[in-house]
């Protein structure tokens, strides 16, 4: 299906992926998982996983191959890459690679339709525990699919509460609760805090602002609050009235999700109203760095 892996889209802690094409003549990618000498446990629950999905926000898993210790998953194919390709790269905001404010918050509403999926919408509710750029692909329209489940767990409908064993996700976007129980229990509030984080970063990379370089001390959330109406003022002397709004309404909502404390953090269900209500009725929350 890949020619002997000739076409290499990328890689990733799980496996490096590849293009392909089905007999159909379909276009497809790989994922070929590293490191599955274990019991496939992993493999199998992200192909338990994803397999209970079907929405426009989550990426079609077409099919898996298993023989002996190698393990692939075939997934649709997605031409534009994942998101860190338009909003994380060196690009200038006349580069090629960069997206319009509106397209921007076009994907921030469709990652939240999808995780509101996950956590709400699925027969097994799916907390997926890993969100960031890398796992967000865009398809030929741009709409947003999220994607690698590898560290997804599966919850009864009604439980709240998870149980996992270690830490898990990627550093900058894991919730201080799955570091410490202190801040109180995992649930799919930990999914709500990496999607802020993804939100706020999107920002900040869309206006190429890199706060560390003037104080390593200052974290961007944190400059991001504390220079709130400066930071919206800057963009509207750019964009237009409208847009503007879309940028303090991505500000306010990113700030909401990463809540030091779960409870405090919105489900995104909430999230999704706050994203389609008016500017107007949105206030930004407590300082909580």
Same mark, same amino acid.
Request: a negative charge; one cysteine or more.
């Given at each position: 299906?890949?020619?002997?892996?000739?076409?290499?889209? /990328?890689?990733?802690?799980?496996?490096?992926?590849?293009?392909?094409?089905?007999?159909?003549?379909?276009?497809?990618?790989?994922?070929?998982?590293?490191?599955?000498?274990?019991?496939?446990?992993?493999?199998?629950?992200?192909?338990?996983?994803?397999?209970?999905?079907?929405?426009?926000?989550?990426?079609?898993?077409?099919?898996?191959?298993?023989?002996?210790?190698?393990?692939?998953?075939?997934?649709?194919?997605?031409?534009? *890459?994942?998101?860190?390709?338009?909003?994380?790269? +060196?690009? +200038?905001?006349?580069?090629?690679?960069?997206? +319009?404010?509106?397209?921007?918050?076009?994907?921030?509403?469709?990652?939240?339709?999808?995780?509101?999926?996950?956590?709400?919408?699925?027969?097994?509710?799916?907390?997926?525990?890993?969100?960031?750029?890398?796992?967000?692909?865009?398809?030929?329209?741009?709409?947003?699919?999220? +994607?690698?489940?590898?560290?997804?767990?599966?919850?009864?409908?009604?439980?709240?509460?998870?149980?996992?064993?270690?830490?898990?996700?990627?550093? *900058?976007?894991?919730?201080?609760?799955? =570091?410490?129980?202190?801040?109180?229990?995992?649930?799919?509030?930990?999914?709500?805090?990496?999607?802020?984080?993804?939100?706020?970063?999107?920002?900040?990379?869309?206006?190429?602002?890199?706060?560390?370089?003037?104080?390593?001390?200052?974290? =961007?959330?944190?400059?991001?609050?504390?220079?709130?109406?400066? =930071?919206?003022?800057?963009?509207?002397?750019?964009?237009?009235?409208?847009?503007?709004?879309?940028?303090?309404?991505?500000?306010?909502? /990113?700030?909401?999700?990463?809540?030091?404390?779960?409870?405090?953090?919105?489900?995104?269900?909430?999230?999704?109203?706050?994203?389609?209500?008016?500017?107007?009725?949105?206030?930004?929350?407590?300082?909580? =760095?």
């Amino acid at each position: 299906m890949t020619t002997s892996f000739a076409h290499k889209l /990328g890689q990733g802690g799980y496996g490096d992926v590849y293009r392909g094409n089905l007999p159909d003549g379909r276009e497809i990618a790989v994922k070929m998982l590293k490191g599955t000498e274990g019991d496939g446990e992993e493999f199998l629950n992200e192909v338990a996983s994803i397999s209970r999905t079907s929405h426009v926000n989550i990426v079609t898993l077409l099919g898996f191959c298993l023989q002996g210790s190698k393990r692939a998953l075939l997934y649709e194919y997605m031409p534009n *890459g994942s998101l860190e390709r338009y909003t994380f790269g +060196s690009n +200038s905001t006349e580069g090629e690679d960069t997206l +319009s404010w509106d397209k921007l918050f076009d994907i921030v509403i469709g990652i939240a339709r999808g995780l509101e999926y996950l956590h709400t919408g699925c027969n097994t509710r799916i907390v997926h525990f890993d969100i960031k750029p890398q796992n967000i692909l865009l398809d030929q329209e741009f709409c947003p699919k999220i +994607s690698d489940f590898g560290l997804a767990k599966l919850c009864r409908q009604k439980e709240s509460k998870i149980s996992i064993g270690g830490m898990r996700g990627t550093i *900058g976007y894991i919730a201080p609760e799955v =570091f410490s129980r202190n801040y109180g229990a995992v649930s799919s509030k930990s999914d709500v805090y990496s999607y802020g984080m993804v939100i706020l970063e999107m920002v900040g990379a869309r206006k190429q602002i890199n706060v560390s370089t003037d104080n390593s001390s200052m974290y =961007f959330p944190q400059w991001l609050y504390d220079n709130f109406d400066q =930071f919206c003022g800057a963009t509207a002397c750019e964009i237009s009235s409208g847009t503007t709004e879309l940028v303090r309404k991505m500000i306010i909502v /990113g700030l909401w999700c990463i809540q030091f404390i779960p409870a405090d953090r919105p489900s995104m269900s909430k999230v999704l109203e706050m994203l389609e209500s008016n500017t107007m009725d949105l206030q930004l929350p407590p300082k909580a =760095f």
